[in-house]
């Protein structure tokens, strides 16, 4: 690159050790420039292909597309990682400056008639290119991309699919603020000691701190929002004021007025449905399915109905528990909905007796930071060593080195485990770089994988070991499983690499990942006191895991039937309205009156609020389907690290990212497609 050059070279020639950026070299005010001329130099390159004189080639089209924009992804990778993990104001405003900059580019070179051209040629003639099957999955990636963009239409239905997304981005956009407003909008102010009957002192807090800011001091306000809904409908023991909350938060986007959602809803699915029919496809679930493991809308449905009616049986036995403890207090009623959580805590609360405080001192994070290593090396052979003294971007961030069997640097992995106020809520891998072979315009040939994960585990005071939850745990292996995914990537082309891979195949090696946690070897060498250095008491451990499948019938109906509804509404040939759909929708499948879908309609916003989960919701649960009977795999063979199994989820999963088909990959693993058997299992569904 010459005069587009990136002002501050630091951004994106990399010196730090074994190629890590030097974050101390990067400035704020470095990024805005940077990416001026990073879009610049990228949109020079695209050019340069789209006009290439010669005849398109794999080579001199798909390579060369797959290997532009290295300046522009390396300033992205290191500003989405500030703005993510340690954000302030002046990133937080060039965020919202870049996003929208950013999909403009990227939309631009969707529309790119004559780099269309380059790819639909090669396309056309992929059978005579002798490509081999990563080459051909890339090809078609990219082909996909385009069409699926309206490359293929002609121009006056090319400007209906802008005219039709514009208008869906809009829509999602005013159904989530809809949502969020009528949240806002309600509360339940309480003060009497009556109305408070039950509500634990966590609880009272919240809801004291939530009246106050609605200038209500000294009261206790009920308001939507699921960190406070929850715990009210699970403790009041008032049933008219469970009631009254209950009936609100579930009209959430059906109020009536401005902020009533079902008119959105309408017009969003007639436009989803005009999009699938213009680009092709029989429906919007097609469309969207396209490209996944699950492929077709009838694999998706009949994975929901098979658990569908395992879940519902279970559900009505846990209703009839339920119905005798209701009966055991004098009532005479039936469980309704606004009943349903607050019983099942008493249940809970008498058949499991302990707090998941009492497993806090076994589970240090140093020791589970290590037992993930471990777990790496039994199955995988990698291992990995501190780097101290090399800096990350923030000076709570450790720096490994991950090395293979014969010592060869494989990746480097990042973990920056703790909470601080500039970093966002949640835990995710992310990569600075991802794992490739191809030969770059600098000359290098291939790169080295820069994995990192962010959790927000509570930093202990000075001196103090950190302690984490059960669930904190099973987060930190979530996590690195994903990182494992992009470590242990072993393909040609960076946009197969690593967790380049579909929405419902991406949470496979993560979810598997956290089974060995709980694997009886790890925890005893692992799960240790803080101060006796003595192993959790495999009593206790015994009870947190059984008080798992706890309630599963009446989670797994709320999660399905929403998955149930979601699938309907795309795949329906008809678009009435859209509210009947669901009740017909529910009546079909045979809803127990006593539980409601986790996301109604009106404030669906996994489905309504962007495309992120439309015709997707059900991916959760495919890839629960996907762990547990991965796992189980290991389980046949009696050993939990059994190296032949290791060797072929190394060999077919975590290595091989988005080159083969998701199907296939699986099967190469395990020798069959999965069965539902195993996951219904874990949640104690199973016949
Ligand atoms: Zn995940």
Known sequence: MTASTPLNPALTTWTGHEGLPRFDLVKDTDFAPAFEAAFKAHEAEIDDIAGNPDQPTFENTVIALEIAGDALSRISSIFWNKAGADTNETIQALERDIAPKMSRHYSKIGMNAALFKRIDTLWENRESLGLDLEATRVLERH?????KSGAKLPKEQQERLAGINETLAGLGAKFGQNVLADEKNWALF????????????FLRDAMASAASDRGQQGKYAVTLSRSIIEPFLTFSDNRELREKAFRAWIARGENGGETDNRGLIAETLALRAEKAKLLGYDNYAALKLDNTMAKTPEAVNGLLMQVWEKAVARAREEEADL????????RNHDVMPWDWRHYAEKLRAEKFN???????????LEKIIEASFDVAQRLFGITATEKKGVAGYHPDVRVFEMRDASGRLTALFLGDYFARSSKRSGAWMSSFQ????????????????????????????EGKPALLSLDDARTLFHEFGHALHGMLSNVTYPSVSGTGVSRDFVELPSQ???????????????????RTGEPMPEALLDKVLAARTFNSGFATVEFTSSALVDMAYHTAQAQGEPMALEAATLEKIGMPRSIVMRHRSPHFLHVFSGDGYSAGYYSYMWSEVLDADAFAAFEETGNAFDPGMAQKLKDNVYSVGGSIDPEDAYKGFRGKLPSPDAMLAKKGLAA
């Not at 082909?143 to 069409?147: A, D, H, I, P």
């Not at 302990?354 to 240090?364: A, I, N, R, V, W």
């Not at 794992?435 to 509570?458: D, M, R, W």
């Not at 709980?518 to 240790?528: G, Q, S």
């Open 354 to 364: 302990f707090s998941e405080g009492e497993l806090k001192p076994y589970l240090q």
């Open 190 to 201: 309480l003060d009497s000691e009556e109305d408070l009957a039950g509500i634990p002192d």
């Open 143 to 147: 082909w996909k991309g385009f069409v």
């Open 323 to 330: 119905a005798t403890l209701v009966a055991a207090e004098g």
């Open 434 to 461: 991802s794992q490739h072979k191809l030969t770059l315009k600098n000359g290098a040939v291939g790169e080295l994988p820069i994995i990192y994960n962010v959790c927000n585990f509570a930093k202990p005071a």
């Open 512 to 530: 598997l990942y956290e089974h060995w946690l709980t694997v009886p070897d790890i925890l005893k060498r692992y799960a240790v006191h803080y």
